[in-house]
Structure formats: C-alpha cells, structure tokens
C-alpha cells in the first residue's frame, strides 16, 4: 500500500536511502556512524549506493 502522507512518504525514502553498509560484515549502521555495530571496526563503513530504480 503506498503512503499518502507527504511528509511520512520523505521520511521512508531518507530511512530507506540514507545509511551505512560495513564493508568487512554487511552491516547496515545509521548515517552518523563512526564505528560498525556489528563488528566494530571504523574504517570500513561506506555510504549506500543511493541510486533508486531497478537492479540491472
């Protein structure tokens, strides 16, 4: 079911698009993070490929 609220519809896409994969473990982390929740190394956190549309 697709959200009608406007604003509700800007805050899924920002939850959906905007955060960090770790590298080494696979881990989604939260945009402001330093370090990887799950297997604590900080070096090895990258930003989400943020282009939306079909998997080629």
Partial sequence: MPIADPAKKQLAME?????????????????????????GRSNALRLKNRQTGPKK
């Fill in 15 to 39: 939850r959906k698009l905007f955060f960090k994969i770790c590298m080494n473990c696979g881990a989604k982390n939260p945009y402001k993070a330093d370090k990887c929740r799950g297997c």
